[in-house]
């Protein structure tokens, strides 16, 4: 079974543009969630979906949306980029029961650096 | 919200000798306490996890134990090898609050030949 892919593997942007990731979870999972990692904050949870509907969200600016599609295919968008933002994206999946967790597995990120 | 406090940041062992990491959480409803290991280019992988009706797990040489009295959590690491070395990372969620972890800040274990 192939795992969670991530595109792209790496991204460069300037300051106020905008940019789009793309998760693909393994297949039959239906909960997508993304987190931030930079070296000064960690691992950070920035939103997760469920059925096409976001479930929970971290506290991150309104620059920071996302979305999942009918195949749980989903993608997170961040505009006006900001220097800040220049972090590894990583998307996790899990092959969720209503209201029980489980076991969440990541992909290899997208590192996005703001210039 | 939770808190989830890691230590230490850094840990060097010999080959063969054990490594324990140590989390603290702040959220007595926190009930999921996963492990990670994450190698350099690459996304965390789950290693272990524990549910709170549970006190110890052990798989092969790896396990971990949970005191919800004390809120804390540890990862052993028997017999390491050169490939245990990689950045481990505890985390804590409620299971009822969907897939939303919070991480501590991670050790970089090293495992000397």
């Known amino acids: 079974k192939a795992g969670v892919t991530q595109t792209p593997r790496y991204l460069i942007k300037t300051r106020g543009q905008q940019v789009t990731l793309s998760c693909s979870p393994i297949s039959g999972h239906r909960s997508v969630s993304w987190y931030q990692q930079t070296p000064g904050q960690g691992l950070q949870f920035l939103f997760e979906?469920?059925?096409?509907?976001?479930?929970n969200k971290g506290n991150f600016p309104g620059r920071f949306s996302g979305r999942q599609f009918s195949n749980s295919r989903s993608e997170m968008n961040v505009s006006t980029l900001e220097l800040g933002d220049s972090a590894l994206y990583l998307c996790?999946?899990?092959?969720?029961?209503?209201?029980?967790?489980?076991?969440?597995?990541f992909g290899s990120g997208t590192q996005l650096s703001v210039l | 919200g939770e808190n989830v406090e890691q230590h230490p940041s850094t840990l060097s062992v010999q080959e063969g000798d054990s490594a324990v990491i140590k989390c603290t959480y702040s959220d007595s409803a926190s009930n999921y306490f996963p492990w990670y290991k994450q190698e350099l280019g690459k996304g965390p992988q789950l290693i272990i996890d524990i549910r709170s009706n549970v006190g110890e797990k052990k798989d092969q040489r790896i396990a971990v134990t949970l005191n919800k009295t004390a809120k804390h959590f540890s990862l052993h690491i028997t017999e390491t090898q050169p490939e245990d070395s990689a950045v481990y990372f505890c985390a804590a969620s409620v299971m009822t609050s969907g897939s939303r972890l919070t991480f501590g800040e991670g050790t970089q274990l090293t495992v000397n030949p």
């Open positions: 996790a999946s899990s092959y969720e029961k209503p209201a029980h967790n489980e076991k969440l597995f």
């Open positions: 979906y469920f059925s096409e509907t976001q479930r």
